[in-house]
């Protein structure tokens, strides 16, 4: 909500999502349009946060960071982000940026207050933390990490043998594990 007339900042931004894991659906059918409550973002080289969230890419299994998104460069803000796609790691940022906020929105609608994490820590989110089938919340380190491993080579499935497959991208993982985190907030036993 804005506190003054000459604040011209949006009281929303819309960002592009993946609706179902693009295991399941890769057909245009599958993106939607999230719209999140607007944040004032902090960017830098291999990060960007608000003031609840943020996003470091950081691959340890290559060792390399991946270049921040800048969501508030005019060109991705009016294009409700960047393109969704599999093989951006800018877009991975966002969709993990996207879900989450929409998450913790909701949290703070059912308890009518912002919910913050335990000492004004922002709740980090890692698209490529690690090599491996699984997503998880660590609690230590007020973080979210996702996974992403290669489809098996004789049996894909719905994949191209050898691909790889992103935790990040299925909407109902960062779901899950960002409620994990907003749980453990509220209650540490509901974890």
Same mark, same amino acid.
């Given at each position: ?17 993946? !609706?179902?894991?693009?295991? $399941?659906?890769?057909? =245009?059918?599958? *993106?939607?349009? /999230? ?74 609608? !059912?308890?009518?207050?912002? $919910?913050?994490?335990? =000492?004004?820590? *922002?709740?980090? /989110? ?66």
């Amino acid at each position: 909500m804005r506190k003054s007339p000459l604040d011209t900042r949006p009281d929303r931004r819309a960002l592009r999502i993946y !609706a179902f894991d693009p295991m $399941l659906a890769r057909d =245009g059918e599958n *993106r939607v349009t /999230l719209s999140i409550p607007y944040r004032e973002i902090v960017r830098e080289e291999r990060t960007f946060f608000d003031d609840r969230l943020e996003v470091i890419d950081y691959d340890a299994a290559t060792g390399e960071y991946y270049l921040a998104i800048d969501l508030d460069d005019a060109a991705i803000a009016m294009q409700q982000g960047v393109e969704p796609s599999e093989a951006e790691p800018q877009f991975h940022q966002q969709m993990v940026y996207a879900v989450a906020s929409s998450i913790l929105e909701n949290f703070d609608r !059912a308890l009518g207050h912002s $919910l913050r994490f335990h =000492g004004g820590r *922002r709740l980090r /989110l890692l698209p490529h933390a690690f090599q491996g089938r699984n997503a998880y919340y660590d609690q230590d380190i007020n973080a979210v990490l996702f996974g992403y491993f290669r489809a098996d080579v004789d049996n894909p499935g719905p994949n191209l043998p050898g691909q790889f497959i992103f935790t990040c991208l299925s909407q109902d993982i960062v779901a899950h594990e960002v409620t994990h985190a907003a749980l453990d907030r509220l209650h540490r036993p509901f974890r």
